[in-house]
């Protein structure tokens, strides 16, 4: 949680204060990765309670955290790319993002975003799950986001954005860097550097939050304030 002495933290067994400061917008961006690397930590330590992670595996999980504020960075740097080609999405109706294993819920969020600010149709799923439905919905205009780092999940991607590709969708790939079987299928690529892949969710995330803003912007609308959102939600 992040507001400190707040009803939700005097009334909890235990609480994991994230420490992130204010969230202004209401669409909630640094209140949503933070939480990714709490719960890296919490795992982290659960494993070493209960004996399940070595030493040698600890010391490196724990090591890989120190390269996040870099890579974040990174990320921030690339911002002009990001920007253009929210240029080339900006008049879009819907669009449909998916993800696989370990980054499927970021698919879920970039979707929200993309709802939240820019007032598009977005929709999440997992990867696996486009043909059961989502596929039919594919066509030259609606744009498909796959996340696709270097990861576990990296081939079944891939076969993805081929599906998409066959039903002339605009792909739009979140990869890491180097990739050239994705940047050769893909329409566009938000690029990231290379992540250690539990970790992955942390930087993948970026790119869909800063398109989402980037749209909303060239469409002229509030990105803090979005029409009909509140920061707290009162009515059941």
Known sequence: MNAIGSQT???????????????????????????LV????????????RGTLDAASRRQMVANLRLVPDLVGQVLDRESDIEKVAHALKDIKGCLYLGCGINMPIAYEGALKLKEISYIHAEGYPAGEMKHGPIALIDEEMPV????????????????????KALSSPVIAVATDGDEVIADMADHVLWIPPTPWMLSPVITVIPLQV???HIASLRGLDVDQPRNLAKSVTVE
């Open 145 to 164: 986001v796959c996340l696709a780092p270097r990861d576990p999940w990296h081939e079944k991607m891939i076969s993805q954005i081929q599906q998409a």
């Open 9 to 35: 933290m005097r009334i909890s067994d235990g609480v994991i204060p994230m420490q992130t400061g204010p969230e202004i917008g209401v669409a909630s961006t640094k209140t949503f990765t933070a939480p």
């Open 38 to 49: 709490d719960l890296y930590l919490l795992a982290v330590l659960l494993a070493d309670l």
């Open 211 to 213: 398109l989402a803003y």
